[in-house]
């Protein structure tokens, strides 16, 4: 079976330092990857998809970047962290069906300080 | 711009109630419609909806899409507090490979 793993859980750090969060997916191949996030008890906006290695969308312009090495690899990083960064940070996966739910991970809380 | 609009933004019910969620949708080349529910951390698939009138339940939880009014309703009869959720509604186009969700409705159920 499919699972996706996201790190860490929480995190706090300072303004102005860098950010490198880490999701990955196993049990499948060749998956559509996305980070989204989300403000305090609302819905989800999403930052960036990829639909393969190397290929990064860009859905919002910010002081985030994403990248995919790996296949089932996919990290969101940031070089200077601002306030504004702080939220609830979701990475997902979907197939590459036409009919397909996309699968979240447990999420990373970030708080900049 | 294609978006998706819930409503109400946030519901408290009692045990037992039945509550009805909204969303509706813009979207062009409408390809599918899906419901999640977000008790703490990862949000889970509850439904996905491709056809008008045909409607989609497990248990207590039920959805239908009206692909013409472009909306689709969640309904929960006999609403039990394990309920208590942000319950969560993305559109997919034809074409795309994006998931867009709404601003989601934060449903409590009181005991």
């Known amino acids: 079976s499919q699972t996706i793993h996201q790190w860490p859980a929480t995190l706090v750090q300072p303004v102005g330092s860098p950010l490198s969060l880490e999701c990955t997916v196993e049990g499948t191949s060749n998956p559509n990857l996305y980070w989204y996030r989300q403000a305090a008890g609302r819905g989800l906006q999403l930052l960036f998809y990829s639909v393969g290695i190397g290929q990064i969308s860009s859905e919002v312009p910010q002081n985030l970047s994403a990248s995919r090495p790996q296949d089932r690899q996919f990290i969101l990083s940031s070089k200077k962290l601002l306030l504004s960064d702080s939220g609830f940070y979701l990475c997902?996966?979907?197939?590459?069906?036409?009919?397909?739910?996309?699968?979240f991970g447990q999420g990373t809380r970030l708080t900049v300080v | 711009e294609d978006k998706v609009v819930q409503s109400p933004l946030s519901l408290v019910v009692h045990e037992g109630d039945t509550v009805t969620l909204n969303c509706s949708y813009e979207?062009?080349?409408?390809?599918?419609l899906l419901w999640y529910k977000q008790e703490k951390k990862a949000p889970t698939f509850l439904f996905m909806l491709t056809s008008s009138g045909i409607e989609k339940k497990s248990g207590r939880l039920s959805s239908i899409l009206d692909k013409k009014e472009l909306f689709s309703i969640l309904n929960i009869t006999a609403t039990q507090t394990g309920d208590s959720a942000i319950y969560l509604c993305?559109?997919?186009?034809?074409?795309?490979?994006?998931?867009?969700f709404g601003t989601g409705t934060r449903l409590k159920v009181l005991a």
């Open positions: 993305a559109f997919r186009a034809s074409g795309t490979y994006k998931y867009i």
């Open positions: 997902a996966w979907a197939g590459q069906g036409v009919f397909t739910e996309a699968f």
């Open positions: 979207v062009t080349n409408f390809r599918s």
